[in-house]
């Protein structure tokens, strides 16, 4: 079955609650999306929001990137599957943009194609697991309100986002354990905002958080070596970890126990993949995070992360907060758990 035609495009979409991390302040986004048709009128999607200040280029750069391939692709026949995935990999090495869009874009045409879900194609090894929604950096307040809000909704794993000052953050968190207690779980994400002894500040001085995600700067792995071995069982690397290079260097001694694989730092399900099993191959759990993100690349990353039996940790809640998407399905939500749909490709329906 040839590839046809290429459709490729950049769609601004608003948020419904614009946040704040440690580094900026997020209102609307930027997304790349591809669309992959085939001879016969079955198409596949892929897309991908990449954040500059991880992967070192956004998404204007990967739509730029991802048009000048596309004559590569045209006429290509679907059934050489895996040398056109090898020719994505070889040729976005720097650009996990355009390769995650294009890698997803491919796996949904080929799943569709052969009608069987991503899913079934990849091997589900988990039915499904909850996900972590995350509160940005807000007073004790707004995030207490915030957290009443999600268990209304059924989310019981919250992440939380700190790194600005350790002793308000440890007075934060405590107030929010004393309130909620066994009725949710905490993560934490510090963006690389603690130094070694604020983070062991906060462990010391705080209770009941299932994971830190990145306390000290992704520069810093030596910092990351000298963390007695109770803390690195719930350190989450996230920034320090981005490409496969990092999941060998990292897994290579105890820097943390938990990589928080996203595909739009790695650059789609491929990637995501050879990162998971260099982690598997080590004993590492899994995260799988992700940015703000049309439901296209969100299921990828779900199917992906299902996929795998180490992964412990699902931190997809990327699509929840876009004002219109441009798909429906993928998934369903029930209790703040995510399950595939188990419909060909990716299960997303153009909306
Ligand atoms: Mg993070």
Known sequence: MKIENIEIDIINID????????YKTTSSIKTLVIKVILSNGNYGLGASNVSKYVVGLDTADSYNNSKKYLNHLLGRDLDSFWMIINDIENKFI??????????????????????????????????????SVTIGIKSTK??????????????????????????????????????????????????????????????????????????????????????????????????????????????SDNYGRIFNIKLMKCGGITSGQHIANQAYQNNIDLMWGCNDESIISISAALNTALSFENTKYLDLDGSFDLKEDIVNGGFNLKNGALQPLDSPGLGVKPI
Request: glycine letters at 6%; one cysteine or more; aromatic letters at 10%.
């Open 15 to 22: 948020l419904t609650k614009p946040y704040t991390i440690a």
């Open 94 to 131: 720097n650009d996990p943009g355009s390769k995650a869009a294009y890698n997803i874009a491919i796996y949904d045409a080929f799943c569709k194609y052969h009608d069987i879900s991503i899913g079934k194609f990849l091997g589900r090894k988990i039915k499904s697991l909850p996900t």
């Open 142 to 251: 707004e995030t207490i309100s915030e957290i009443n809000e999600y268990l209304g909704l059924g989310f019981k794993h919250i992440k939380i986002k700190l790194g600005n000052n350790v002793e308000e953050d440890i007075r934060r968190i405590n107030i929010i354990n004393e309130k909620f207690g066994n009725k949710i779980k905490i993560r934490i994400d510090a963006n690389q905002g603690w130094s070694l002894n604020d983070t062991i500040k906060f462990y010391s001085e705080t209770k009941q958080i299932e994971l830190i995600e990145q306390p000290l700067s992704a520069k810093d792995l030596t910092g990351y070596l000298k963390f007695p071995p109770k803390i690195k069982d719930i350190i989450a690397l996230d920034e320090s970890l981005v490409n496969f290079q990092d999941a060998l260097k990292l897994s």
